[in-house]
Structure formats: structure tokens, C-alpha cells
Nanobody
Framework: QVQLVESGGGLVQAGGSLRLSCAAS????????MGWFRQAPGKEREFVAE????????YYADSVMGRFTASRDNAKNTVYLQLNSLKPEDTAVYYC???????????????WGQGTQVTVSS
């Protein structure tokens, strides 16, 4: 089992910044990629960003490219999402994700955190 716990959400004005954190349990954190997703009210959950296990590759949704930055600290079992130049349309619950569903072994599953609310006022 991998437990994911997000923190860092809150209320911010448009143009402001937040940094989200996601702490993972276990001793294999450095071996898998981590993702960030978000879900706005009445909408489906959507991909935001992904960072590879060693931080060498990052991927972003077009809607956040240039404004959001994913990073990770494998020594702390933590992944981060820096949110800059926030817009009201960024308002959503943000989730971190570890998709180990294709990984053989006892950890095989798709893991989600509980989510953290980000609200951007205009």
C-alpha cells in the first residue's frame, strides 16, 4: 500500500501563488513517477502534471504550461506542485497520484491522495 497525503491548498487571489505538497509512504517512492490531477465542481478529473521518478522529465497540461511546476524530493518522499499566476479557472480539488497499476508485485494499484482545495478569487 502507498498512502498519499496532500497539503498546501487554500484561498488565493488571481495572480497569486501556492505550493502544494504530497507526502508518500513507503520505501519505493524514488522508483515511480508521480502525477497531479484536479477536479473542478461539475467537471471530470483532469491531468495537470507528471514528474518522472528521477525528476528528469516533466509533463504538463496545456492549460497550466508555464505557470505550474512539478518537483520532487525523493529523500523526503514528497512531490510538489508550484502554482503561479493563478486564475479563477484553476479553482479545483487537486490530487496527487501514483499509478502503479502496471507494476508487478504487492504495490500494484492506482493510488490517490485525499485532495486539497485550491480556490482562486477574481
Amino acid at each position: 500500500q502507498v498512502q498519499l497525503v496532500e497539503s498546501g491548498g487554500g484561498l488565493v487571489q488571481a495572480g497569486g501563488s501556492l505550493r502544494l505538497s504530497c507526502a508518500a509512504s513507503g520505501r519505493t517512492f524514488s522508483s515511480y513517477a508521480m502525477g497531479w490531477f484536479r477536479q473542478a465542481p461539475g467537471k471530470e478529473r483532469e491531468f495537470v502534471a507528471e514528474i518522472s521518478s528521477s525528476s528528469t522529465r516533466t509533463y504538463y497540461a496545456d492549460s497550466v504550461m508555464g505557470r505550474f511546476t512539478a518537483s520532487r524530493d525523493n529523500a523526503k518522499n514528497t512531490v510538489y506542485l508550484q502554482l503561479n499566476s493563478l486564475k479563477p479557472e484553476d479553482t479545483a480539488v487537486y490530487y496527487c497520484n501514483a499509478d502503479l497499476s502496471r507494476r508487478p508485485g504487492p504495490l500494484r494499484a492506482n493510488y490517490w491522495g485525499q485532495g486539497t482545495q485550491v480556490t482562486v478569487s477574481s
